[in-house]
């Protein structure tokens, strides 16, 4: 069976990335995708002179948690209060890859998973050069973060694309460094756009490309013949991290918007429509009367939202943004998504039959509600709320509920299970479930901390 697969290397990954319209410095051209050599042969040599400059490795260290269940021989020896597990900090240490988008200001786009948990980065340009970066932030749901070089100089910086722009059919260029043997360069075409429902992140919105890509390309560049960078290879089709030519790129509009409200604000601020709904299909097409089947269909509208505030309805198809078409409700959502809070878009829908176009001024995305039940039974009753940074935040508990029962209090902020930090719904999901015997919550509640235990 054929699973997806990222592509990082030990703990991870090649690197590059593309925007358009980023405010970089210096300027760099474009490149003329019919280059040919002193024989007249076509090539793509003078363009890539000019961009593989700019893709770095990235080698980072850092520790991670890991635990083992302890005997219960070892239990019966030492009593009922020995523990269940042991917990370690473990050292690890990756190689990968990045690339610079602004050389004047040092700043480098990478994969978010590629320097998780990393306490040291080290930048190596391609002329051998090395650089300390640290991180200026990252997005978990996209994959995305941004680092920046502590006295860059002389760095060559990347063209950026337009991703919206792409077609099925255009040939494109991916640079990495598969299994670690150096910088790589294959070629392809862009085989299907707007790809989703892959589990890989949250968001989804991929470049499917056929270029060969392998077990330590993720975040690799994908560029187009012009140089320009159009995406980011994040993950593969395959069983065993082999090319089998199904590889998947996060298009480079979605990075430009993310790395600006970094840059901007130190944070993502992640844009909210106020709408629920689905893809169009046949059988749903048919049953409203519509003549297409592409689009985001709204079902519900979200009281006092975004979407209600700027007259979008239920039952209306959403087509396009700013002009960009929509193929997919989970398009949709990647693209709202990763637009910044505050932007107004225009959004073309359908409604009876007629296209109209609406301007939605979007809002922040307040934090996220956890159903705290389908975390952990112990956890019933509470409402929980992640937003990001804090930790989980406990907003009520129920009289009588087992939350209430293991000591769960409103105004508690859950910082870690079982010793491993949590700052997120998919945080404190997995450290749970990856848990074993007792699981240790680490709260603070007002200005101490304190532990409280579920039961697996």
């Known amino acids: 069976m054929k699973k997806l697969l990222s592509l990082s290397t030990a703990a991870i990954a090649v690197v590059i990335l593309t925007l358009q319209g980023f405010t970089l410095a210096p300027a760099t051209a474009s490149f003329p995708a019919a280059a040919t050599d002193e024989r007249g042969v076509p090539t793509l040599a003078p363009m890539l002179e000019e961009v593989t400059p700019a893709v770095v ?11 083992q269940r302890l005997p219960e021989a070892f239990r019966f020896f030492f009593g009922p209060n020995a523990p269940r597990e042991e917990v370690r900090e473990q050292p690890f240490q990756g190689l990968g890859s990045g690339v610079i988008i602004d050389a004047e200001n040092g700043y480098v786009v990478t994969n978010s998973h590629v320097i998780n948990d990393a306490t040291d980065i080290t930048v190596t340009l391609k002329d051998g ?38 077609r099925v059919g255009d040939f494109v260029v991916a640079i990495g460094n598969p299994f670690g043997l150096g910088q790589t360069v294959t070629s392809g075409i862009v085989s299907a756009l707007g790809r989703s429902g892959l589990g890989i992140d949250r968001l989804e919105n991929f470049i499917q490309t056929d270029a060969a890509i392998n077990s330590g390309n993720s975040g690799g560049a994908l560029v187009d013949l012009h140089g320009n960078l159009i995406g980011i290879n994040t993950a593969i089709l395959g069983s065993g991290g082999g090319n089998i030519g199904i590889g998947f790129a996060i298009p480079a509009n979605m990075m430009k918007n993310l790395v600006d409200q970094i840059i901007e604000f130190g944070e993502i601020r992640r844009g909210v429509l106020g709408v ?10 048919d049953a409203l009367g519509l003549d297409r089947t592409q689009g985001a269909w709204v079902s519900e509208v979200v009281e006092d939202g975004a979407a209600a505030k700027a007259g979008i309805q239920a039952g209306d198809v959403i087509l396009a943004i700013d002009g960009t078409p929509v193929l997919s409700f989970a398009e949709l959502a990647a693209k709202v998504g990763t637009i910044g809070a505050g932007r107004t878009v225009t959004l073309t829908i359908l409604r009876d039959g007629d296209e109209r176009q609406i301007e939605v001024e979007l809002e922040k995305r307040v934090a996220d509600q956890i159903e705290a039940a389908s975390v952990h039974p112990g956890l019933q009753g509470a409402e929980l709320t992640s937003d990001d940074r804090q930790g989980i935040r ?50 603070r509640r007002g200005n101490t901390q304190l532990y409280l235990v579920l039961q697996n």
């Open 394 to 443: 406990v907003t009520s508990v129920e009289s009588g509920s087992p939350a209430e029962r293991i000591g769960l209090r409103e105004n508690d902020v859950i910082l870690a299970v079982n010793r491993q930090p949590v700052s997120s719904n998919r945080d404190l999901q997995e450290a749970i479930q990856n848990s074993r015997g007792v699981i240790a919550l680490n709260l």
């Open 276 to 285: 629920r709904g689905g893809n169009l299909n046949q059988e749903l097409a």
């Open 57 to 67: 490795n990235i080698s980072v260290q850092g520790k991670r948690v890991t635990r």
């Open 129 to 166: 050069r090395q650089f300390t970066a640290k991180v200026l932030g990252r997005d978990e749901e996209s994959d995305i973060a941004l680092l920046q070089l502590e006295n860059p100089r002389n760095l060559t910086e990347v063209a950026i694309g337009n991703s919206d722009q792409l």
